[in-house]
């Protein structure tokens, strides 16, 4: 060729760089995928929150008003990556989908803002429901639960909304039903936040057990009946009072209270002031 050169690959060079090229281009997607596991990838940047949502966050939890400005800016950053991870399907007719994912992921970064897994592993699908729905698997009727074989919690969204329109009367369905998944994703772990998680646990039993503790939770009547179901009902029970009146529940129950405390790891949390 004049002029230029004339390149001529034939088949059999190009079978060469394609098995030198399949390996890396494996290894590429594996650095990306894991760079997007953890929200590090350079191309996908999340959309921080609005100020509209902080404004609603701050209305509906009070625990965000509570916290230092550096665990503000880290509680909103697990917000918007929970919420960018966990993909939620609403069933039927449920109404303000923006506002109950954004609950969700508040509440999921808020019991888990001392804890290193904020994604909750153990859960896998969320599921809303409009109102009660019946559970093919249990036989019931439900306003939420967990189920771990599945890693999928399930809320009915009335329910789920009324648990924030009352800031302290110690029902919050979210709450509730978080404490269980993440009960069940500590516990399976094998890490010093699992041991001090599980020791927790394994002093709430003995007090769920003692009859003293059984008494003078019956005559205080701080904690509702539906904990009195198993140990584990009875920690996502407390865990809401923890979450909606931690100075009542400090001053009635400060054993049990400083336990859920260090189970939590929320030794940076400043006591709300009502």
Sequence with gaps: MVGGINVL????????????????GYFLYIVFYTLDLFFLNPFKRIPPLTEKEERLIASQLPFFNQLSISKKEKFKKRVVRFRKRKKIDFH???EEREKITLLLSA??????????????LSI?????????YYSRIT?????????PGLKTIVFSADHLLEGF??????????????AHAISF?????????????????????????NPEFNRKMEESGYFRAYG???????????????VETPEVFENQFPKLYRIIKRMLNFGFYRMPEF
């Design 107 to 120: 509440t999921a970064a808020m019991l888990t803002l001392g804890m290193a897994d904020f994604l909750i």
């Design 9 to 24: 690959i034939s088949a059999e060079d190009i079978v060469p760089l394609l098995f030198l090229a399949l390996p890396f």
């Design 139 to 147: 036989k019931k009727d439900h306003y939420g639960e967990y189920n």
């Design 92 to 94: 039927e007719d449920v």
């Design 228 to 242: 009195k179901t198993n140990v584990h009902e009875f920690f996502a029970v407390a865990v809401e009072n923890f």
């Design 185 to 209: 994703n500590v516990a399976n772990k094998f890490y010093t936040r699992s041991y001090v998680f599980l020791l927790g646990l394994k002093k709430i039993k003995w007090l769920f057990k």
């Design 165 to 178: 329109r009352i800031p302290n009367d110690n029902r919050n369905l979210a709450v509730h039903e978080f």
């Design 124 to 132: 896998k699908r969320v599921i809303v429901y409009p109102t009660q």
